[in-house]
């Protein structure tokens, strides 16, 4: 996962390079740079919790399993999902106000289509990487459901 961030990045920063290395650092390959990072640090914060939130649900629900309780860890699993989703979305949802603001101060500071694409990508990418977190916990927390 660490990996994909750091390329997520890399990637973005190469995008953005060009414009940035013809400005003083207000223009808007500076702007793209620090949107950049802010998509970056929302998908790590987005990801991180999503694991967080699984770990502890998949080891109680195999608890509650092995104990015999298997209403209980079908009603711990139903939450765990809940608040999966809920911090995907959270996630998704900040990406996207990030986003969209970061697009209209670029275009107000006539950047480059390029770099707005880049942009645009970098979030599409962030919003994947979110949802392909988001699909791995839910298989994890209904494989502990089921004794696998």
């Known amino acids: ?17 060009p414009v940035f290395a013809q400005e003083d650092g207000r223009g808007p390959g500076m702007i793209a740079h620090r949107c950049a990072l802010r998509i970056a640090a929302i998908t790590h914060r987005t990801v991180h919790a999503i ?4 770990q502890p649900c998949v080891l109680l629900i195999t608890y509650l399993k092995n104990a ?15 608040r999966v989703n809920m911090i995907a979305a959270h996630g998704v949802e ?7 603001r970061c697009v209209n101060v670029l275009q107000e500071h006539g950047a480059p289509e390029e770099v707005i694409q880049g942009l645009q990508q970098q979030a599409e990418t962030a ?10 916990a839910i298989h994890l927390i209904q494989e502990a459901l089921n004794g696998e």
Not at 6 to 11: N, P
């Open 1 to 17: 996962m660490k990996r994909q961030m750091t390329l997520m990045a890399v990637l973005l920063a190469g995008s953005v390079m």
């Open 127 to 136: 919003v994947m990487t979110i949802q392909e977190a988001k699909e791995r």
């Open 94 to 100: 900040a990406i996207g106000a990030v986003t969209q």
């Open 51 to 54: 694991q967080h939130e699984t």
């Open 68 to 82: 015999g309780h298997e209403e209980m860890a079908a009603h711990v699993a139903e939450n765990c999902v809940r």
